[in-house]
């Protein structure tokens, strides 16, 4: 209602709390009373301040709520709301792109996707400015609580008269709405290209952090709106209790897609930790080839460095020229993870040497890549435990270290973090 005046005793540009609207008596156009408000209505296709569009209103010896468009206040006082008619007083409905404070906001767990927190909304900040009432902040803290049961005042005054200067009495806890994502179940109302950009910002590890604070059903919510690789991020970084709870709310297929997605050595140890049946279930609805490389991962011990590689590196011809080599780690960079050493192999896939990156970067185009690689100082064989693996990497200050075969193959590789994560995990 942009434009349309609202009588008021609160001043253009002012803040005010649900709790100060909340139960507020709502009068009709000659004054009489025609109920209390219970609710508001905001408009989600404005994420940072949505203004509300309706009043809930419910009427005396009704426990129905009626649903009054904004358009039609005409005075927020302190003491009530009043109202130019009634003739639009109707059975609570909401559209398409609202959400109600009351039933999906107010005393919920939201994701601030700013501190990357599960918080509380125990109360909320409306901004009144040019006749629209905007939501502008989520508050999250104790003393929106006290304000909530109508005991601010002399809760105040009594830790005022202890501790004037406590932190009570002056910090607000205060999210900004547009830093908010609702976590309310099955909700319809959220614009989801908005919440998917949000979300994805929200680094894998303190995603999984939200989630594992959230029910199920919140929890089914919110990673369901998560973008594909933000998701299979996430799952990396969640343990194995909270991998099966967000795995079970997805179909087999759609599981199966996200741990695809997923680094192989991470999603086989993901598979390893599922009971048997569940495990030949995902792999069943995976493509052949991602479905036979995690295969042959899982024949091996989670703690051995044939179930902790990843068979995904850059690995090229020794043949190559370096600048047939940089078009070719152009090629495979997409698909590879790390990407700090090059693995020289001959025409038998044995490892013959590494080169670093920045030294292939460094070289002359037509130089071979053979001459440049070196012998690794310390190679694994699949069967070498988590230790074996962190000894040789502190040892020759490595990043990466090779698996090769009996026969010198090379099968995949360990990198640093995944030694630091299985010998600093168990």
Same mark, same amino acid.
């Given at each position: 209602?942009?434009?349309?005046?609202?009588?008021?005793?609160?001043?253009?540009?002012?803040?005010?709390?649900?709790?100060?609207?909340?139960?507020?008596?709502?009068?009709?156009?000659?004054?009489?009373?025609?109920?209390?408000?219970?609710?508001?209505?905001?408009?989600?296709?404005?994420?940072?301040?949505?203004?509300?569009?309706?009043?809930?209103?419910?009427?005396?010896?009704?426990?129905?709520?009626?649903?009054?468009?904004?358009?039609?206040?005409?005075?927020?006082?302190?003491?009530?709301?009043?109202?130019?008619?009634?003739?639009?007083?109707?059975?609570?409905?909401?559209?398409?792109?609202?959400?109600?404070?009351?039933?999906?906001?107010?005393?919920?767990?939201?994701?601030?996707?700013?501190?990357?927190?599960?918080?509380?909304?125990?109360?909320?900040?409306?901004?009144?400015?040019?006749?629209?009432?905007?939501?502008?902040?989520?508050?999250?803290?104790?003393?929106?609580?006290?304000?909530?049961?109508?005991?601010?005042?002399?809760?105040?005054?009594?830790?005022?008269?202890?501790?004037?200067?406590?932190?009570?009495?002056?910090?607000?806890?205060?999210?900004?709405?547009?830093?908010?994502?609702?976590?309310?179940?099955?909700?319809?109302?959220?614009?989801?290209?908005?919440?998917?950009?949000?979300?994805?910002?929200?680094? +894998?590890?303190?995603? $999984?952090?939200? @989630?594992? #604070? !959230?029910?199920?059903?919140?929890? *089914?919510? &919110?990673?369901?709106?998560?973008?594909?690789?933000?998701?299979?991020?996430?799952?990396?970084?969640?343990?194995?209790?909270?991998?099966?709870?967000?795995?079970?709310?997805?179909?087999?297929?759609?599981?199966?897609?996200?741990?695809?997605?997923?680094? +192989?050595?991470?999603? $086989?140890?993901? @598979?390893? #930790? !599922?009971?048997?049946?569940?495990? *030949?279930? &995902?792999?069943?609805?995976?493509?052949?080839?991602?479905?036979?490389?995690?295969?042959?991962?899982?024949?091996?011990?989670?703690?051995?460095?044939?179930?902790?590689?990843?068979?995904?590196?850059?690995?090229?011809?020794?043949?190559?020229?370096?600048?047939?080599?940089?078009?070719?780690?152009?090629?495979?960079?997409?698909?590879?993870?790390?990407?700090?050493?090059?693995?020289?192999?001959?025409?038998?896939?044995?490892?013959?040497?590494?080169?670093?990156?920045?030294?292939?970067?460094?070289?002359?185009?037509?130089?071979?890549?053979?001459?440049?690689?070196?012998?690794?100082?310390?190679?694994?064989?699949?069967?070498?435990?988590?230790?074996?693996?962190?000894?040789?990497?502190?040892?020759?200050?490595?990043?990466?270290?090779?698996?090769?075969?009996?026969?010198?193959?090379?099968?995949?590789?360990?990198?640093?973090?995944?030694?630091?994560?299985?010998?600093?995990?168990?």
């Amino acid at each position: 209602m942009a434009g349309k005046k609202v009588g008021t005793t609160r001043p253009d540009g002012s803040f005010l709390f649900f709790s100060e609207l909340i139960g507020l008596p709502v009068l009709g156009p000659r004054g009489e009373k025609l109920g209390r408000l219970v609710d508001l209505w905001i408009d989600t296709l404005d994420p940072a301040y949505p203004p509300v569009r309706a009043l809930g209103v419910r009427q005396p010896r009704k426990d129905q709520i009626q649903r009054l468009p904004w358009s039609e206040v005409v005075e927020l006082g302190q003491e009530h709301v009043r109202v130019r008619s009634t003739e639009l007083l109707q059975p609570a409905q909401r559209l398409p792109n609202e959400i109600s404070i009351a039933e999906e906001v107010i005393d919920r767990q939201l994701v601030d996707t700013n501190g990357a927190k599960v918080r509380r909304a125990n109360d909320l900040h409306f901004l009144f400015v040019r006749g629209e009432l905007r939501l502008a902040h989520v508050d999250v803290g104790l003393r929106a609580l006290v304000r909530r049961v109508g005991c601010q005042g002399w809760v105040d005054g009594a830790v005022r008269a202890v501790r004037p200067r406590a932190r009570y009495l002056k910090e607000e806890k205060f999210v900004r709405w547009k830093n908010v994502q609702t976590v309310a179940a099955g909700s319809p109302r959220l614009r989801l290209d908005v919440t998917r950009s949000t979300l994805a910002k929200i680094h +894998p590890a303190d995603l $999984a952090e939200i @989630l594992a #604070e !959230l029910d199920h059903p919140q929890r *089914a919510a &919110l990673f369901g709106q998560l973008p594909k690789q933000t998701a299979a991020g996430t799952l990396e970084e969640a343990d194995s209790e909270l991998q099966r709870d967000l795995l079970s709310s997805l179909k087999a297929e759609s599981a199966a897609d996200l741990v695809e997605a997923m680094q +192989p050595d991470e999603a $086989a140890d993901l @598979l390893g #930790e !599922l009971p048997e049946h569940e495990s *030949a279930k &995902l792999l069943a609805a995976m493509h052949r080839k991602e479905a036979s490389e995690l295969q042959q991962l899982l024949k091996y011990p989670q703690n051995a460095a044939g179930g902790m590689m990843t068979p995904h590196l850059l690995k090229l011809s020794g043949a190559s020229t370096v600048e047939r080599a940089l078009a070719e780690i152009r090629n495979q960079a997409s698909s590879v993870h790390y990407i700090h050493d090059v693995f020289v192999i001959d025409d038998q896939g044995k490892l013959v040497g590494c080169v670093a990156l920045r030294e292939v970067l460094l070289a002359e185009p037509t130089t071979p890549l053979s001459s440049l690689a070196k012998p690794h100082p310390a190679p694994l064989h699949p069967q070498d435990s988590a230790s074996r693996a962190a000894e040789l990497a502190a040892k020759y200050k490595l990043l990466s270290l090779p698996v090769q075969s009996e026969d010198g193959k090379l099968l995949g590789v360990v990198t640093v973090d995944d030694v630091l994560e299985h010998t600093l995990g168990g």
